[in-house]
């Protein structure tokens, strides 16, 4: 492959209106440019991969034969979308992918009428496209719903609970299964396409629908005899007798990368008056691209890279990252006690579970994309005296959230919750950042949640919670580099509840949770050369809170600032209240708050996003500044 290749086809295609003026035979050229297209794309921009090169194929046949954006086509996770922006309308723009103001990595509505409904978590497609089905069969419009499920999406529950409920949306409904990694059926072939077009007829349709009616006329045993025998008969050749008991004609497995094979399928279930309809499509993630296809995990997510050579281009030798660190510390836990173990859903390398499975496979549990099951498996695990670690991603722990209150907090069970990706994390956006987890936590009943300030802190508070069995505990840490402190010395056990002061001084303090602190020393430094001497405090807990040392800083200093990469409801919020209750505020005591803001924010660099969030070094010295009622020119008052 060459860094530059022509594009005639692409070069017609703005819209799939665009696409429907090809011939058949055509598709399979425009195919390859589309490949080629998202190739050089992501090349220079960095971004997610082996998934939409896996969809070329299907994402060509399904513009070409559905009416989008009047039939919905909704993607799972949303990452395999890229040839989806391309060919419609964005292919101007889609070197500006997961950059500052330039076009999300996931489907978002605001950006695009072809994009439905804005996807960036798993499992959530056919739910919204059952939505979409049964609003048109209600309204009396026209349109079908296409979602398209894959990349284990269809490990999660709910992707089940939308399928159970979907039979009201008729022939409105199909689901595609992109099957990218476990194929749920014998390997795909000639006879199995040709069986896919067969089953996905009008004639066979019709005659299947004639065999049901003439069957309802039978006495009860035949008649139910005759429904198993069908079922039975489908369910050898194709697979398909779960998604049948769940209301659905299945039609496959075809190959997704074949378009004489995909179109006609596509077509037969675009005109089939039953449904609603599950088509099984297998497909190659990173097809079409050797490096791709030769990776281990299929180039699901890359830094920028040489398209010719595939070879990623690599960052600047640094301290390791939160994440590596993690993993380490957590197998020296786990060399130290026995009932350490941990579970993941789906993201063992994310997390850097992949590590720990390495060395105790025994002990590690990748649950799939089911979140809500690990917290839930991992209080069950508690319960019986195991010291589990339940790793996820703050923006995923969300998904279950119910479990972490009933299964977890209620029963008083110590699950350890690893929190990777707090605070905001760059190119993936607003969905990704992790926000709230501070604030859901900590305001739980018997929860002990900490936010590491740098990597010495994060395996102190690993060990902490290793040794903690009074109840669960959570702690926090942000994508990225360390700041390249020393390890090699033993774990501290932190003091629940306590936190340490890091710079002390006398009129202004600074209380940090995470690592902000970086950021408060810099204002801290610039605090002190415009005469405002300042503590820092590295509050360690959001909970509990370290009440003497709050109560020390209100008492000593005139300003107190504290400063979170988490949303309204955390440290800030429990200070406040803290202060509050005792009747600290009485004497005029000035506290501020810093925190993310009440929006979600688009995808940027972190220092930017940062920046925009108001949480780096000037906007803590504005805060102060403003506090004392004093701006920059005003600072001799503020010093008398």
Do not use: W
Request: aromatic residues 6%; hydrophobic residues 40%; proline residues 5%.
């Amino acid at each position: 492959m060459t860094a530059e290749t022509a594009t005639p086809l692409l070069d017609q295609v703005t819209t799939p209106q665009d696409l429907r003026k090809l011939q058949p035979a055509q598709m399979r050229q425009l195919a390859d440019e589309l490949r080629t297209e998202m190739i050089a794309a992501v090349g220079q921009t960095g971004g997610h991969l082996g998934s939409g090169l896996g969809v070329v194929e299907l994402t060509a046949a399904i513009h070409y034969v559905f009416d989008t954006p009047r039939d919905r086509l909704i993607f799972d996770v949303g990452h395999q979308a890229y040839p989806h922006k391309i060919l419609t309308g964005r292919r101007d723009r889609i070197r500006t992918l997961r950059q500052g103001g330039g076009l999300s990595g996931f489907t978002k509505r605001s950006e695009s009428e072809y994009d439905p409904f804005g996807a960036a978590h798993s499992s959530t497609s056919i739910s919204a496209a059952l939505g979409f089905a049964t609003a048109n069969r209600m309204m009396g419009v026209p349109g079908k719903a296409i979602a398209v499920i894959g990349d284990g999406a269809m490990s999660a529950g709910m992707a089940y609970e939308a399928m159970n409920n979907a039979q009201d949306a008729g022939n409105r409904l199909v689901v595609i299964l992109n099957d990218n990694d476990m194929s749920i059926a014998p390997p795909v072939g000639a006879l199995s396409s040709y069986l896919a077009r067969l089953v996905s007829s009008g004639k066979f349709l019709g005659l299947r629908d004639l065999a049901r009616k003439f069957a309802r006329k039978l006495p009860r045993p035949l008649h139910n005899a005759a429904r198993r025998t069908d079922e039975f008969a489908r369910g050898l050749a194709m697979g398909g007798t779960l998604f049948e008991e769940l209301g659905f004609y299945y039609v496959g497995p075809i190959d997704g990368h074949d378009m004489d094979a995909l179109i006609p399928v596509l077509e037969n279930v675009r005109d089939a008056a039953e449904g609603p309809c599950l088509v099984h499509v297998v497909t190659q993630k990173g097809k079409g691209y050797e490096p791709a296809e030769r990776s281990a995990d299929k180039y699901h997510g890359v830094q920028k890279f040489d398209v010719v050579t595939g070879e990623q281009k690599k960052s600047a030798a640094g301290p390791p990252s939160y994440t590596n660190i993690f993993a380490d510390a957590l197998i020296a836990e786990a060399d130290r006690d026995s009932r350490v173990c941990a579970i993941t859903a789906a993201m063992p390398s994310g997390t850097g579970l992949d590590r720990f499975a390495a060395r105790f496979a025994d002990r590690s549990f990748d649950v799939g994309i089911a979140e809500q099951h690990a917290v839930t498996f991992a209080a069950g695990l508690a319960a019986q005296g195991m010291r589990p670690f339940c790793a996820i991603y703050s923006t995923f722990l969300q998904r279950a959230y119910d479990q972490v209150v009933h299964d977890v907090a209620i029963q008083n069970l110590p699950v350890r919750f690893a929190i990777d990706r707090a605070g905001l994390v760059g190119a993936d956006g607003a969905t990704h950042a992790g926000s709230f987890d501070v604030t859901y936590l900590a305001s739980l009943p018997n929860f002990v949640v900490m936010a590491a300030a740098d990597e010495v802190e994060l395996v102190n508070m690993i060990h902490t919670a290793a040794m903690h069995d009074a109840g669960p505990i959570a702690f926090r840490y942000p994508r990225g580099n360390g700041i390249g402190l020393d390890l090699s010395g033993p774990p501290e056990l932190l003091e629940i509840g306590k936190g340490r002061i890091v710079r002390e001084g006398s009129k202004v303090a600074i209380l940090s949770l995470g690592t902000r602190l970086a950021e408060a020393r810099k204002a801290a430094d610039e605090l002190e050369a415009k005469g405002l001497s300042t503590t820092i405090a590295d509050m360690r807990f959001a909970k509990p809170l370290d009440e003497d040392l709050i109560r020390q800083m209100i008492a000593n200093h005139e300003v107190v600032v504290t400063i979170e990469e988490a949303s309204i409801g955390g440290l800030g919020a429990h200070v406040l209240t803290m202060a509050s209750d005792e009747g600290l505020l009485d004497n005029g005591l000035k506290i501020r708050t810093m925190r993310l803001p009440d929006a979600f924010l688009d995808h940027d660099s972190p220092d930017k996003q940062y920046d925009t969030a108001g949480l780096n070094a000037p906007q803590i010295v504005d805060t102060v500044l403003r506090a004392l009622r004093h701006n920059s020119a005003g600072v001799e008052e503020a010093r008398a």
